[in-house]
């Protein structure tokens, strides 16, 4: 199954694909503003022109695993991205995800793409534990 992965910031979205066996996490890129009207136009051309199954979103969980301010703030994010994608959403804990992306060594992509594809890559193997 394909899966696109979001690391959603009010400024700058992280974005990552999988590859149809959904097997290998890959980061595309940056959306900017994702939560507004264009944001989210460009969210759905990613979904259709990757030919997405499925969506995940990072939920920002607390370090104690609860929800916060940004967790409420992504939820929202969510239910409007619901409004322009037809494929099924996800939240996912997206915890340490930045945090590896920054230590990753001479990253030649946006460090939120490379969170996405952190974040992506944990859910796919969560994934495939439950198979």
């Known amino acids: 199954m394909k899966v696109l992965a979001l690391d959603y910031g009010s400024a700058r979205t992280g974005v990552a694909v999988s590859d149809p066996t959904g097997t290998v996490a890959r980061p595309l890129g940056v959306v900017e503003k994702a939560g507004a009207e264009n944001g ?42 619901r409004g322009v994608i037809t494929v099924p959403i996800e939240l996912f804990d997206e915890r340490f995800t930045t945090v590896l992306a920054q230590r990753t060594p001479h990253a030649l992509a946006a460090v939120d793409a490379l969170a996405a594809a952190h974040l992506l890559s944990d859910y796919l193997e969560w994934c495939a534990e439950r198979s």
């Open 40 to 81: 989210l136009a460009e969210l759905a051309r990613i979904a259709r022109d990757e030919a997405v199954e499925r969506v995940v979103v990072g939920l920002p969980l607390t370090m104690r695993g609860n929800r916060g301010e940004q967790a409420a703030e992504t939820e929202q994010f969510v239910e409007a991205l």
